[in-house]
């Protein structure tokens, strides 16, 4: 997408530079005069394509990870911290003061998400409301979570008084392709149980955290937030060989996520809250309404170009309607909108890793070499930061299109006659974290996903695979997560349940009475939290 400065919209522009020169930790921003990394967008501002200087992010290195690493360990204090022992309804206070702060950087974070990795506007728009709208309902999943604690048990003599404590020390690295939105479904229930954090944004989609430093800075206590920047093997590897941290928050890929684990010199008493990859397949049935269909499959495949782990990344469809689904599929597909972030219908943006349409070329080329065709007229089309999406036909297990996840725009579809091809495909991969099913006969249904319930941990039917609402659980087997992330699981994945026991005798209920009836302790409260 060759376009010039001047047909860019006057809002959109980039008009100075966001050099990011300090950091967060120890609740300072600290000024950083050293290294530092250039940001670009693949997006051209200039008639002859050039990618586009953003601007730049502190490299720092292994004294300053253990600067983070230190701050969040005092702010901690082996539990004995301000912010662990904080009384819920002040913890509470915090985050709404920062979510407060945060919606007034709405219009820098939406326009830094289009710049840098290439989401559209609309799409960026509901990234930041959508991250709002979660952190509100994590503050009242909280408040309910502590009004259904707010009460004594009693059971063979012993009155138990039973609430959800933090972990510990929390390292979170988000994903780029939801640099915002996911970060925070990790971030937000950690530090609201509280559990201090280190947090370095990942390597695409981070400048748009920079707007947000100030209000982490005074809406938490002092080193219960640490911001870092930099290479992610030079911070987090030191970091976790320290045996300090008590939690690894990421969602990334696997390889990752092990590299990360086998540092860590205490497996035992790590916990991990992980969402990794995911082949999520579709398997369309002979008596699936094929408009339905096509459209969720377009959207399940395309959206976001594809970069998405809840992406559709390979379409299993009966061989009985194969040609019709083909015919009808990759004409829609030729039907998408390429354009810049802010075109006004633009389906299909630029790819922000400068490697991926390379990479993409490789797949479409492997598949070819081994026997499937690109079936619709667009497929592959290039540029300088983008490629055409390619439908693949027919495409078959010893193709690199089967089994790698391709996290982008290139479109496997399989026939099969007998659905157990679709089952023991699914049954043997290494990847376990949704599936979409579209079919209308429940005869047929109703056996399927006994099974497929059992293969993967979320069946949509007759619709696309997606995390939300994200009031419901999203997680994955084998390789895909580990832990279950949603309003209410994710507080529970950042902690721990932990109770005061005592036994029902004159001179114990006597201190529990009096500790009750004084609020000295900021654990043993039955107030209810409105």
């Given at each position: ?18 050099h ?46 253990m ?54 506007l ?50 979170c ?43 982490f ?11 870092i ?16 941290v ?6 990334g890929?696997?390889?990752s996520?092990?590299?990360l684990?086998n540092?860590?010199?205490k ?21 699936a309404?094929?408009d ?114 391709q ?19 699914m ?69 721990i ?17 009096e ?16």
């Amino acid at each position: 997408m060759n376009r010039s400065f001047k047909d860019i919209p006057e809002p959109y522009k980039i008009k100075s530079l966001h050099h990011q020169k300090t950091y967060l930790v120890s609740g300072e921003l600290k000024q950083w005069d050293g290294d530092s990394i250039d940001v670009y967008s693949t997006i051209s501002s200039t008639e002859a394509y050039r990618p586009t200087l953003l601007g730049s992010i502190p490299q720092l290195g292994e004294t300053e990870a253990m600067e983070a690493l230190n701050s969040a360990c005092l702010a901690y204090d082996k539990g004995k911290g301000l912010w662990p022992t904080m009384k819920v309804v002040d913890r509470i206070a915090c985050m709404e003061k920062f979510v407060e702060q945060m919606k007034t950087k709405r219009e820098e974070v939406v326009k830094l998400l289009m710049w840098e990795i290439g989401k559209n506007l609309p799409d960026s728009e509901k990234e930041f409301d959508r991250t709002v709208d979660y952190i509100y309902d994590t503050i009242e999943a909280y408040k309910q979570l502590d009004r259904d604690s707010a009460k004594f048990e009693k059971h063979q003599g012993v009155h138990a008084h039973i609430r959800r404590g933090p972990l510990g020390v929390v390292l979170c690295l988000g994903p780029y392709n939801y640099p915002l939105n996911e970060t925070f479904t990790l971030l937000i229930p950690a530090l609201i149980m509280g559990n201090p954090v280190i947090f370095k944004p990942a390597k695409l989609g981070v400048l748009l955290i920079s707007p947000l430093l100030e209000a982490f800075q005074n809406s938490f206590p002092k080193g219960v937030v640490n911001v870092i920047y930099g290479r992610g093997r030079v911070l987090a590897t030191p970091i976790m060989q320290s045996g300090k941290v008590d939690v690894l928050a990421l969602i990334g890929n696997s390889k990752s996520a092990n590299a990360l684990q086998n540092n860590h010199p205490k497996k035992n008493r790590l916990r991990l809250v992980l969402g990794l990859e995911a082949k999520n397949p579709a398997i369309v049935l002979p008596d699936a309404d094929l408009d339905l269909t096509i459209d969720e499959c377009i959207a399940g495949t395309l959206s976001f170009n594809g970069q998405r782990c809840t992406a559709l990344k390979v379409l299993y469809v009966h061989e009985s309607i194969v040609e019709e689904f083909n015919k009808r599929f990759a004409e829609k597909v030729d039907g998408l909108k390429f354009g810049n972030p802010w075109d006004k219908g633009a389906k299909l943006t630029p790819l922000p890793e400068v490697e991926k349409p390379g990479y993409i070329q490789e797949l479409i080329e492997d598949a070819k070499l081994k026997g499937a065709n690109i079936i619709n007229e667009k497929g592959g089309e290039t540029s300088e930061n983008f490629i055409y999406p390619a439908v693949l036909f027919p495409v078959n297990k010893s193709m690199r299109v089967f089994q790698e996840e391709q996290f982008g725009p290139v479109i496997p579809v399989v026939s099969f006659n007998e659905i157990d091809e679709p089952l023991d495909d699914m049954a043997a991969s290494n990847y376990g974290q949704q599936v979409s099913l579209f079919g209308k006969d429940v005869k047929t249904l109703s056996p399927l996903i006994d099974i497929l319930v059992n293969l993967v941990c979320r069946v949509n039917l007759n619709s696309s695979c997606q995390r939300g609402p994200d009031v419901y659980p999203f997680t994955g087997r084998k390789d895909s997560a580990f832990s279950t992330l949603s309003v209410v699981d994710a507080l529970r994945s950042f902690s721990i349940r932990t109770f005061v026991a005592s036994k029902d005798n004159d001179y114990n209920n006597a201190i529990l009475k009096e500790l009750l009836e004084k609020k000295t302790s900021n654990f043993i409260s039955t107030d209810y939290i409105l």
